[in-house]
């Protein structure tokens, strides 16, 4: 693993209150606070992650790789890799990922099946341009503390026609299930989470649902950062969502 100075304080969770209605962080803050939140949760992340999503976070990780069609030995960055339950699928499949993540709690307890990990913020990667041939992410786009810049150097560090895979929280559709996953995320997964983990990390999961823009905003992002074909897939009831695109080849374009 390539290690880059661990900057945030490790208290930053202290005297954070994730209570409904309480503001939630912006900028530097939100990053302090994301990455002391993921150190803090990471020796546990991958039981309640699997149990708070009854398991269906891995078949919307593999839908993720699916979606993408890759050749053979594509070189995939993973970013907000996390446990790197991403970059282990694609090196399964026969690709080169590469795994990124701010948390060295996260990487340090990562099981990447040999992929390199690299502590690095998404805003400012280690790579040259037009390095990956594709970039993917789980659950990490609402945890980005500068959302356009991750975009805008994912665009940078893709080569045109490069694809882009975010998974991320969806909202259900139907009314039934919206009430039964609003129960759920906002009442059992942080109790859960104080079972098994931490229980404030888990308070803040839900209302960082908040952080996520709709699609519609996200395709205007995407295209400003140099992205076309921008599609929407709903996974499971859209409970999660996937946003494909591809790096655009018009030269104009950053
Ligand atoms: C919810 S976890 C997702 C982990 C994994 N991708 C998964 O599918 O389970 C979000 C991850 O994004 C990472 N993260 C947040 N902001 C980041 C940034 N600016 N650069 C790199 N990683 C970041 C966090 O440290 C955390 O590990």
């Given at each position: 693993?390539?290690?880059?100075?661990?900057?945030?304080?490790?208290?930053?969770?202290k005297?954070?209150?994730?209570?409904?209605?309480?503001p939630l962080?912006?900028?530097?803050?939100?990053?302090?606070?994301?990455?002391?939140l993921?150190?803090?949760?990471?020796?546990?992340?991958?039981?309640?992650?699997?149990?708070?999503?009854?398991?269906?976070?891995?078949?919307?990780?593999?839908?993720?790789?699916e979606?993408?069609?890759?050749?053979?030995?594509?070189?995939?960055?993973?970013?907000?890799?996390?446990?790197?339950?991403l970059?282990?699928?694609?090196?399964?499949?026969?690709?080169?990922?590469?795994?990124?993540?701010?948390?060295?709690?996260?990487?340090?307890?990562?099981?990447?099946g040999?992929?390199?990990?690299?502590q690095?913020?998404?805003?400012?990667?280690?790579?040259r341009?037009?390095?990956a041939?594709?970039?993917?992410?789980?659950?990490?786009?609402?945890?980005?503390?500068?959302?356009?810049?991750?975009?805008?150097?994912?665009?940078?560090?893709?080569?045109?026609?490069?694809?882009?895979?975010?998974?991320?929280v969806?909202?259900?559709?139907?009314?039934?299930?919206?009430?039964?996953?609003?129960?759920?995320?906002?009442?059992?997964?942080?109790?859960?989470?104080?079972?098994?983990s931490?229980?404030?990390?888990?308070?803040?999961?839900?209302?960082?649902?908040?952080?996520?823009?709709?699609?519609?905003?996200f395709?205007?992002?995407?295209?400003?950062?140099?992205?076309?074909?921008?599609k929407?897939?709903?996974?499971?009831?859209?409970?999660?969502?996937?946003?494909?695109?591809?790096?655009?080849?018009?030269?104009?374009?950053?």
């Amino acid at each position: 693993m390539i290690r880059a100075t661990n900057g945030g304080p490790a208290h930053a969770l202290k005297g954070i209150s994730f209570d409904a209605g309480s503001p939630l962080p912006e900028g530097k803050a939100k990053q302090d606070l994301v990455r002391s939140l993921f150190d803090s949760i990471a020796p546990r992340y991958d039981l309640v992650n699997c149990l708070m999503t009854f398991g269906l976070d891995a078949p919307w990780r593999r839908r993720t790789i699916e979606i993408l069609q890759l050749s053979p030995g594509s070189v995939v960055l993973d970013i907000g890799c996390g446990t790197g339950d991403l970059a282990r699928s694609l090196r399964r499949k026969g690709q080169q990922p590469v795994g990124i993540d701010l948390s060295l709690g996260m990487l340090t307890a990562a099981h990447a099946g040999g992929a390199p990990l690299v502590q690095a913020d998404a805003a400012a990667l280690p790579l040259r341009t037009a390095a990956a041939d594709a970039v993917v992410s789980g659950f990490a786009v609402r945890n980005f503390a500068d959302l356009p810049g991750v975009m805008k150097e994912v665009g940078r560090v893709l080569r045109p026609g490069g694809r882009l895979a975010l998974l991320e929280v969806g909202e259900p559709r139907g009314r039934l299930l919206r009430l039964g996953h609003r129960v759920w995320f906002t009442h059992v997964v942080p109790r859960l989470g104080a079972l098994l983990s931490d229980g404030a990390a888990y308070r803040y999961l839900p209302r960082s649902v908040a952080y996520l823009p709709s699609f519609s905003e996200f395709a205007s992002l995407l295209g400003d950062a140099g992205f076309s074909d921008v599609k929407h897939h709903p996974l499971s009831g859209c409970i999660a969502q996937c946003v494909t695109a591809t790096r655009s080849t018009d030269s104009a374009k950053p």
